[in-house]
């Protein structure tokens, strides 16, 4: 059972214009996403979360929005750059007592930049 | 300063053979381990995750184990590799923050 799904597996976008990344979960008890950035043959690197007490997480270029209603959530690269091709993971968590917290991440999506 | 290694990074091994993965943080003490699968066309999955020594708790049947033998040390072995163990393998530290370190990764092929 997929409890975080993104549902395009590729995505491309010419330089310059806005990416946009769509992630959607099934667990209401979920209560932190992240995205994580991944490059071939490297391990994933944070780029931005939220929390769900906000609806909007802005990071330079990166924005994240949050629709608690529709456990929708996606990511926003504006402009987009060559160097931001790459797969782009959804996580998400529940609670953070200090204890393990278990990220549940998507399928990932491919974003390809181009010239 | 926050580390965390994980070796060695590309490994070919035969049908049946033992494997040993291994992850060690630096910089924090009793750390949230885990290690994570991406198989071909598929996302990260969790496999095993530990809070301390000797604690470790699985997500998923297979023929995989993990160990904790030290504080700052996590093992992924196999005694077997079988053909559908193959796979890229991430050891990850997730700090109380939620904030989520993870490791250089393991290719491993299994022919």
């Known amino acids: 059972d997929q409890q975080v799904k993104q549902n395009s597996p590729s995505l491309s976008v010419q330089e310059g214009r806005i990416s946009i990344l769509n992630c959607d979960y099934t667990n209401s008890m979920f209560d932190y996403f992240l995205w994580y950035k991944k490059y071939p043959a490297e391990g994933p690197t944070f780029l931005i979360s939220?929390?769900?007490?906000?609806d909007k997480n802005e990071d330079g270029r990166f924005t994240v929005f949050l629709n608690k209603s529709a456990k929708h959530l996606s990511l926003h690269i504006v402009p987009s750059q060559p160097g931001d091709s790459a797969v782009y993971f959804c996580?998400?968590?529940?609670?953070?007592?200090?204890?393990?917290?278990?990220?549940?991440f998507g399928t990932g999506t491919r974003l390809q930049v181009t010239l | 300063s926050q580390t965390i290694h994980q070796w060695p990074a590309t490994l070919v091994q035969p049908v049946g053979s033992p494997l040993s993965l291994e992850c060690t943080v630096e910089g924090t003490s009793n750390p949230n381990l885990y290690w994570y699968r991406q198989a071909a066309g598929r996302g990260l999955q969790l496999l095993f995750y530990?809070?301390?020594?000797?604690?470790i708790s699985s997500e998923v049947p297979q023929n995989l184990s993990a160990s904790r033998p030290q504080d700052r040390q996590f093992i992924l072995s196999s005694k077997k590799l079988l053909l559908s163990d193959s796979g890229f393998y991430l050891c990850?530290?997730?700090?109380?923050?939620?904030?989520?370190?993870f490791g250089e990764g393991s290719w491993l092929t299994v022919v």
């Open positions: 990850a530290w997730i700090t109380g923050g939620n904030t989520i370190y």
């Open positions: 996580a998400a968590s529940m609670g953070n007592t200090g204890t393990a917290s278990k990220l549940t």
């Open positions: 939220i929390s769900s007490i906000k």
């Open positions: 530990s809070v301390g020594i000797g604690q």
